[in-house]
């Protein structure tokens, strides 16, 4: 069964610096991998996915994220945090294209310090 | 293009009570799957539906159930409810088969549906 870890409950960065929340996933064939974000009391929103490809994958608000088979990761990076990021992130894997059971980490909440 | 739509956004209920949450998909979007978000932890899900059919159910109890409608739309109930039913519900829909075989597995959510149960 596909299962995801992220290891950090809670990261604070400093504004300006840079971010990298660390996604460690089970699965058995090639996943299809997530992150989302969520501001307080609000819904998921979509920042980036892979399913094949290019390893590493742009996606919006300039967030970027590397896929690692070998150490079966997925883990997400920006080079200059914006107080706007404060949020909860969560990644995901999905087994398939046609299964939207996806598995979500506990997710990391991220605080930005002026 | 209007997102997913979910209502009501809050409710409270009394245990042993009955409740019914609706979604509304994308349009054009023909899969529906609904997930429970207790606070502090990732979302868990419940089920998926694509053309009126149950193609996916996770680890709940049969206290919930489903439905999808012809024009897509989605109603989630949840019998006999417990405090710890109280959660964020979301609804996410998704493409057809075919776009997402192109588009890859891409689901989008709702702002949700928070549950409190006293």
């Known amino acids: 069964a596909q299962s995801v870890t992220q290891p950090d409950i809670h990261i604070t960065v400093s504004e300006g610096a840079s971010l990298e929340l660390r996604c460690n996933y089970s699965?058995?064939?090639?996943?299809?991998l997530f992150w989302y974000v969520q501001s307080p009391g609000q819904g998921l929103q979509l920042l980036l996915k892979?399913?094949?490809?290019?390893?590493l994958v742009q996606g919006i608000k300039g967030f970027e994220a590397e896929f690692k088979r070998s150490q079966s990761s997925f883990n997400l990076r920006k080079p200059s945090v914006h107080w706007s990021d404060a949020a909860e992130y969560f990644c995901?894997?999905?087994?398939?294209?046609?299964?939207?059971?996806?598995?979500f980490g506990a997710g990391t909440r991220l605080t930005v310090k002026p | 293009d209007a997102g997913v739509t979910q209502s009501p956004t809050h409710l409270i209920k009394t245990r042993g009570q009955q409740v019914t949450l609706r979604c509304s998909p994308i349009?054009?979007?023909?899969?529906v799957s609904w997930y429970q978000q207790v606070l502090g932890q990732g979302p868990q899900f419940i089920f998926q539906?694509?053309?009126?059919?149950?193609?996916g159910r996770g680890n709940f109890p049969d206290r919930f159930s489903a439905r999808q409608f012809p024009n897509y739309s989605s109603e989630l109930n949840v019998n006999a409810l417990l405090l710890g039913d109280s959660a964020l519900y979301l609804c996410?829909?998704?493409?057809?088969?075919?776009?997402?075989?192109?588009?890859?597995?891409?689901?989008?959510f709702g702002e949700g549906s928070w549950l409190t149960v006293v």
């Open positions: 996410a829909s998704s493409p057809t088969s075919r776009d997402r075989a192109v588009s890859g597995n891409t689901i989008y």
């Open positions: 699965y058995g064939a090639t996943p299809y």
């Open positions: 892979y399913f094949s490809g290019d390893t």
């Open positions: 995901a894997v999905a087994p398939g294209a046609y299964n939207n059971d996806m598995r």
């Open positions: 349009s054009g979007h023909k899969s």
């Open positions: 539906y694509y053309e009126k059919e149950e193609r």
